[in-house]
């Protein structure tokens, strides 16, 4: 039939893992398996797999496929060349739209961190300002600068120099939660868009993610993983740009690099 319990095991597994930037343990972005052609069992698995897909058009085609499949006659000869064509152009119909789904989830995030990218942030975050100025809530934004990058390429590689990174934002995702915003905006800068709950949300956050760094730092004596913060506060009542808001976070952590006060190295 179309395919085997490996080929609809990797194709669950692909599209839980395209839906939207999160945690994933090895930092890979790993490829569609691809198969020289259809195997022999399986098809209802894939069909009942792909049809709960969030891809509305291949939701579509699909049951279409399967409306089509149960006018049938079974024992017909007819029926056995149409299934014959029809299963390659239907596994090729699944397997086309999962990639471009993993495509545009890639255009997203960022290939090394699994955070989003850039272009990620700047999508989600106005969308999440329009939203917080209709609510009159409040946000922060950390605007994060992991120390001594270069002094890390320089001194043991550039693989552990995109080792700290990972292991930066592994820290990030432990200590914030799954309804702030993460982001890898370039080289060493990351972002966070986060939901203000009260007035002590910025000293909670930066707490635990000074916890998440220490803990990443257990076992490793070569050099100690730091970050900078800057963090500057959204008001729904005064609404300011994105652009204007991560200014102002940008410049809060440089003024912290110069002082050389560094909040995530105080001891709780």
Same mark, same amino acid.
């Given at each position: 039939?179309?395919?085997?319990?490996?080929?609809?095991?990797?194709?669950?597994?692909?599209?839980?893992?395209?839906?939207?930037?999160?945690?994933?343990?090895?930092?890979?972005?790993?490829?569609?398996?691809?198969?020289?052609?259809?195997?022999?069992?399986?098809?209802?698995?894939?069909?009942?797999?792909?049809?709960?897909?969030?891809?509305?058009?291949?939701?579509?085609?699909?049951?279409?496929?399967?409306?089509?499949?149960?006018?049938?006659?079974?024992?017909?000869?007819?029926?056995?060349?149409?299934?014959?064509?029809?299963?390659?152009?239907?596994?090729?119909?699944?397997?086309?739209?999962?990639?471009?789904?993993?495509?545009?989830?890639?255009?997203?995030?960022?290939?090394?961190?699994?955070?989003?990218?850039?272009?990620?942030?700047?999508?989600?975050?106005?969308?999440?300002?329009?939203?917080?100025?209709?609510?009159?809530?409040?946000?922060? $934004? !950390?605007?994060?600068?992991?120390?001594? =990058? *270069? +002094?890390? %390429?320089?001194?043991?590689?550039?693989? &552990?120099?995109?080792?700290?990174?990972?292991?930066?934002?592994?820290?990030?995702?432990?200590?914030?939660?799954?309804?702030?915003?993460?982001?890898?905006?370039?080289?060493?800068?990351?972002?966070?868009?986060?939901?203000?709950?009260?007035?002590?949300?910025?000293?909670? $956050? !930066?707490?635990?993610?000074?916890?998440? =760094? *220490? +803990?990443? %730092?257990?076992?490793?004596?070569?050099? &100690?993983?730091?970050?900078?913060?800057?963090?500057?506060?959204?008001?729904?009542?005064?609404?300011?740009?994105?652009?204007?808001?991560?200014?102002?976070?940008?410049?809060?952590?440089?003024?912290?690099?110069?002082?050389?006060?560094?909040?995530?190295?105080?001891?709780?």
């Amino acid at each position: 039939m179309l395919t085997d319990a490996a080929d609809v095991s990797q194709i669950r597994d692909l599209r839980s893992r395209t839906a939207s930037p999160k945690p994933i343990s090895n930092r890979r972005v790993l490829a569609i398996v691809r198969k020289s052609g259809p195997a022999e069992e399986g098809l209802e698995d894939v069909l009942s797999s792909a049809l709960r897909t969030t891809d509305s058009d291949l939701d579509l085609i699909l049951h279409e496929v399967d409306e089509i499949s149960k006018s049938l006659k079974l024992g017909d000869s007819d029926t056995q060349t149409i299934r014959a064509a029809a299963h390659p152009a239907v596994w090729c119909a699944v397997k086309q739209a999962l990639l471009d789904r993993e495509l545009r989830q890639l255009a997203l995030t960022d290939e090394l961190t699994c955070l989003y990218n850039r272009r990620g942030f700047f999508a989600a975050a106005v969308q999440q300002l329009k939203l917080a100025t209709r609510k009159g809530q409040s946000l922060l $934004l !950390l605007y994060c600068d992991l120390d001594n =990058l *270069k +002094k890390i %390429n320089d001194s043991f590689g550039h693989r &552990e120099g995109d080792l700290a990174l990972i292991r930066a934002a592994d820290a990030m995702e432990k200590a914030f939660r799954g309804s702030d915003i993460l982001a890898r905006l370039g080289g060493d800068e990351f972002v966070i868009l986060a939901s203000e709950v009260s007035s002590a949300t910025q000293e909670v $956050l !930066l707490r635990r993610f000074q916890k998440a =760094l *220490k +803990k990443a %730092n257990a076992g490793e004596t070569r050099y &100690e993983l730091s970050v900078s913060v800057g963090v500057a506060r959204f008001d729904p009542k005064h609404p300011i740009s994105l652009g204007e808001l991560m200014a102002q976070a940008d410049e809060a952590m440089y003024e912290q690099k110069r002082n050389h006060q560094k909040s995530y190295t105080r001891e709780v």
